[in-house]
C-alpha cells in the first residue's frame, strides 16, 4: 500500500532553538520544506551561519528547501533594553524616544523617529502584536508619553503598531532591506517576504531591487494592515505569493474579525491561482509546551481546509523548546485534515475563471485524473506556471513537476501538491523564451549553482541541498542541455528512476507544443507507464494481462494453451482457433488486419497486436505482458491502460 503523502507544505522560522546541524536535519525529516529566516531579528552573520547549517542538513536528508527572506518592511520596532525584557505596569507612564538607549521599565527607543507627528493625545498604540496596550498622554519634540493600559512583559526589537494609521514617510524597501536582500541573494533564497504590503507599489519596489540583483526570487507579499486588505486583489496580481500575518491583521482588526478575514485572503488567493501561506500562532504554546491545544490542532486544520499552501511556525520553531515536535505536530494535523478535503469545490470555485489555455488544460487533466483513478498527474514544466495551476484544483493524487530549472524547484517548495524533480531541458527549449502570464515566470537556470561540479564533462553532484539542482537530474545532463525526445517520455522516465511511480500506473501528461518554451501547456495526454515491448497493428477494444505462451505451430499451441494466455505465435491458421478460445490476447508477427489471426481475434473478441516483429523472440514463456489492443501496444508486465 502506497504510503499517504502530505499535500500541504510546511514553512519553518529559523532561530537560536533550531539552527544546529542536526536539529535542522530532524526538522526536515520531520517535514519542513521552507526555511524562512526573518531579517527583523539576528545579524547576517548569524543568518549565513543558519543557512550554511541548514545546507548541510538539507543535503543530508536529500530533500530540496526552499529560503524565504522575511524583511523589517516599513515596520516601527522598540529598540534594546537592559537584559532584553522589561515589564510594564498597567497605569506606569512609559516614553517612547527617538533617541538610541537602551530601554527599561520606564523608557524605550524607536526606529521611526517621526512617530510623533503621526500620534495625538488619545492615540492607541500597540507593542508586541498587541500584547501590551499604550494609550498616548503627551506629545514632545521626539518624544511620547503614553499610560500603559495592561499590563505585560515586552523585549528587544517588538514590533509598534498604531491600528489604522498609514504612517508616510517610511519606504516599502528601505536601505537595510537593500542590503538584507542582497546578502540573501548572495545566498540563493528563493523567496521574499515583504512585510507590511500597502499596495502593488510596494511589491514593485521590491520587484525592482531584485531585478537590479539579477535574481529570480519570487515574492510573498505579507498584507498585515487594512490599506493592505483593502488592495489585496492589486498586490495579489503584482505579487507571486501571499502571505496571510494574522499577527499584524489581529492589531489592525478585532480577533472576532480575523477568522473570516483569513478565509476571504486564502480564497482570492486561490481564484488567482497564487499560492498562499498562513502563519502567526499556528502552535504557539509549543513554544513552552510539548504538546499543542485542541484549539491550535483546528486552527491549522481549519486554514488547510480553507484552501492554504502552507502553514508556517515562527517561534514555535525560532525560540521554542520543541522545534521538532512542533513540525512532527503540525505535519500529522496537516495529513488528517486533507482527508477531509472536499477537492469539488476547489474545482467548481474555478467555473468561470480560466483565462488561458494553460489554466484550461491544467482543468481538464485535474477532472480526467479523477474520472480515471489514475495514479499521478506530471507537468513537465519550465516556470512551474502549470503546476502551479493544476495544484489550484487540490487533486487527491500527487502532482508531479519535472523542470530542468533550479529556481522552479525552488519555487514549487510552497505551492500545495507538488512535488518536484529535476529533469533534463527539452528540444527547443530557450533560455527566458515565452510567457507564463505571470510576473517573473520566466525561469533559467543558474550558472554553477552549488551542486554543480566544474569540468568532468559536466558531471553533477547528486546532492539534493537547498540551492542545488541535483535531484532526479538524468545522466550527465546540465541545465540547459537541449535533449531529444518527447517531453512526456523524458518526465516519466525521470520519475520511474527515482521510484516516484512504477510500471503499470496510469497517468495524466500536461505539455507544450512546440515542447520546451515556458507558458505553452496545450495538450493533454493519458500515459501508461511502463516499458513498450512490442508495437503492431491493434484489434479490439480492450487491454488484458496475463502470461505468454509462445506457439510455432497450432500443435504447439493447443499442448500449451491455457485460460486466460496470451498467445504468442509467428502467424496462425485454422489450426490455432482452440487454444485461441483459451487465450486472453493474440500477439502475431504477422500483419495484416484481414490475417487469420486478426480475424479470429475478432470473431472470439480478444484483443490483438498483429505485425508485431520479433514477437516469438523477443517474448518467453512465462513472461507476463499487456496488451492493448486499441493502441496496438504491448507492455511488460501489468499495466493499467484504462
Not at 233 to 257: N, S
Not at 552 to 566: H, L, R, S, W, Y
Request: charged fraction near 25%.
Amino acid at each position: 500500500m502506497a504510503v499517504k503523502r502530505r499535500r500541504t507544505k510546511i514553512v519553518c522560522t529559523i532561530g537560536p532553538s533550531c539552527e544546529d546541524q542536526e536539529t535542522l536535519y530532524q526538522m526536515i525529516r520531520a517535514g519542513m520544506d521552507v526555511a524562512r529566516f526573518n531579517f527583523s531579528h539576528g545579524t547576517h552573520e548569524e543568518h549565513g551561519m543558519r543557512m550554511e547549517n541548514l545546507r548541510w542538513a538539507a543535503e543530508r536528508a536529500g530533500k530540496r528547501i526552499g529560503l524565504m527572506l522575511d524583511t523589517k518592511g516599513p515596520e516601527i520596532r522598540l529598540g534594546e533594553f537592559q537584559g532584553g525584557k522589561a515589564f510594564l505596569e498597567e497605569g506606569s507612564r512609559f516614553t517612547l524616544t527617538a533617541e538610541k538607549i537602551l530601554g527599561n521599565d520606564e523608557q524605550a527607543s524607536v526606529s521611526f523617529a517621526n512617530l510623533p507627528g503621526v500620534v495625538s493625545p488619545g492615540s492607541l498604540i500597540l507593542l508586541d502584536d498587541g500584547n501590551v496596550q499604550l494609550e498616548v498622554m503627551e506629545i514632545g519634540k521626539g518624544f511620547i508619553i503614553t499610560r500603559v493600559l495592561n499590563s505585560g512583559w515586552i523585549s528587544d526589537r517588538k514590533k509598534v503598531a498604531i491600528p489604522g494609521s498609514r504612517i508616510e514617510g517610511l519606504p516599502a524597501v528601505s536601505e537595510q532591506d537593500k542590503e538584507d536582500i542582497m546578502f540573501g541573494v548572495e545566498n540563493g533564497i528563493d523567496f521574499v517576504a515583504a512585510s507590511f504590503v500597502r499596495s502593488a507599489d510596494d511589491v514593485l519596489d521590491v520587484r525592482r531591487v531584485l531585478e537590479e540583483l539579477n535574481s529570480k526570487a519570487r515574492i510573498i507579499a505579507k498584507v498585515e494592515s487594512v490599506y493592505g486588505v483593502n488592495a489585496l486583489e492589486e498586490i495579489l496580481k503584482a505579487a507571486d505569493g501571499l502571505m496571510v500575518a494574522r499577527g499584524d491583521l489581529g492589531v489592525e482588526y478585532p480577533p472576532e474579525e480575523i477568522p473570516v478575514l483569513q478565509k476571504k485572503m486564502i480564497s482570492m488567493a486561490n481564484r488567482l491561482g497564487k499560492p498562499v501561506i498562513t502563519a502567526t500562532q499556528m502552535l504557539e504554546s509549543m513554544i513552552e509546551n510539548p504538546r499543542a491545544t485542541r484549539a491550535e490542532a483546528s486552527d491549522v486544520a481549519n486554514a488547510i481546509l480553507d484552501g492554504t499552501d502552507a502553514v508556517m511556525l515562527s517561534g514555535e520553531t525560532a525560540l521554542g523548546k520543541y522545534p521538532v515536535e512542533a513540525v512532527k505536530f503540525m505535519a500529522r494535523v496537516a495529513l488528517q485534515a486533507e482527508g477531509f478535503l472536499d477537492h469539488e469545490v476547489f474545482i467548481s470555485r474555478s467555473k468561470g475563471t480560466t483565462t488561458n489555455v494553460t489554466e484550461a488544460v491544467s482543468r481538464s487533466a485535474v477532472e480526467s485524473a479523477i474520472a480515471l483513478g489514475a495514479s499521478a498527474i506530471i507537468t513537465p514544466t519550465e516556470s512551474g506556471y502549470t503546476a502551479r495551476m493544476v495544484a489550484r484544483f487540490r487533486p487527491e493524487i500527487p502532482v508531479f513537476a519535472v523542470t530542468p530549472h533550479d529556481e522552479t524547484c525552488g519555487w514549487l517548495t510552497c505551492v500545495w501538491g507538488v512535488e518536484t524533480v529535476m529533469g533534463p531541458r527539452m528540444s527547443g527549449a530557450l533560455p527566458g523564451s515565452g510567457n507564463s502570464g505571470d510576473a517573473g515566470d520566466v525561469r533559467d537556470a543558474r550558472e554553477a549553482r552549488r551542486d554543480w561540479t566544474g569540468g568532468n564533462a559536466g558531471r553533477r553532484k547528486d546532492s539534493g541541498v537547498l540551492g542545488t539542482a541535483g535531484r532526479g537530474q538524468l545522466g550527465d545532463a546540465l541545465p540547459g542541455d537541449v535533449l531529444p525526445g518527447d517531453v512526456s517520455d523524458m518526465a516519466i522516465d525521470v520519475l520511474r528512476e527515482k521510484g516516484l511511480i512504477e510500471d503499470g500506473a496510469l497517468c495524466v501528461v500536461t505539455k507544450g507544443v512546440p515542447q520546451g518554451v515556458s507558458g505553452t501547456t496545450n495538450v493533454m495526454e493519458i500515459r501508461t507507464v511502463g516499458d513498450v515491448v512490442l508495437q503492431g497493428s491493434g484489434i479490439g477494444q480492450m487491454a488484458v494481462s496475463g502470461k505468454v505462451v509462445v506457439a510455432a505451430t497450432g500443435e504447439e499451441a493447443v499442448d500449451k494453451a491455457f485460460p486466460g494466455c496470451i498467445l504468442v505465435a509467428p502467424a496462425t491458421d485454422k489450426s490455432f482457433v482452440p487454444a485461441l478460445r483459451k487465450a486472453a490476447a493474440l500477439i502475431m508477427e504477422q500483419g495484416g488486419l484481414t490475417s487469420d489471426g486478426a480475424i479470429a481475434a475478432l470473431h472470439l473478441n480478444i484483443p490483438a497486436v498483429v505485425g508485431a516483429r520479433n514477437a516469438t523472440k523477443l517474448l518467453k514463456n512465462g513472461d507476463i505482458v499487456t496488451v492493448d489492443g486499441e493502441r496496438g501496444v504491448v507492455y511488460r508486465g501489468v499495466a493499467r491502460v484504462r
